[in-house]
């Protein structure tokens, strides 16, 4: 894409402009990440110029993999089938909920509000959990919203056993295999990591204090043993 000039203003460890830079970085295409620019309310912005100087920018979750769809259309992340094209754009709405839904979790000071944060991104998931036991093992815009999310979960239940992954076989399993390809690993990095865990770390809600929140691998029986 020689001559399109693609830049992020968001900052490093904004979920919906990672998700942003794996499709770039899936379709091999540069682009600038400017951590201090951030798009209207603070959130993030995809812009697009081409050589004419015209610019498009977007800052929802789907309207910004759908410009970037449409500048590689010999790289579609879209399914051909009209029908799935359609449930996966359904989907990218609902995935926009899902740092939201984290963030409940992360900053949660009591049980109860961890409680209730945990079964609505639980919920959220499941949906994605029945998309992954249909879906077939091509890469899609779907598996690169998530990504950023699922990756943050992950963390959470290696280093603060919340177990949120743990009965979801299906997407953990799809996950997996998408943290393994080298363009996921260079956004969702160490560096990445450590931000991640700093922002944990501010939060000061339960899971960053490792108070007296409920054991959910319980409740979740063999899946979470």
Partial sequence: MAHVAFSLAAPFDCATAQAAALALLHRGTPFDWLPGAAGPDHGTQLSVVDLEGQEIRAGALPAILDWIEDFHPGQPLHPEDPATRGRHRALLRVAERLPARLGDMLTARTDRDLDIAQHFLLDLMQTFEEEAARADARLSNVDLALAPVLWRIALLDRDYATHVLAPLRRLRGRHERILSLAPTRRALNAAAERRF????????????????????????GPFGA
């Fill in 197 to 220: 865990h700093d922002r944990i770390g501010r939060s000061a809600g339960l899971i960053a204090t490792g108070g007296n929140r409920n054991d959910w691998s319980r409740a979740l």
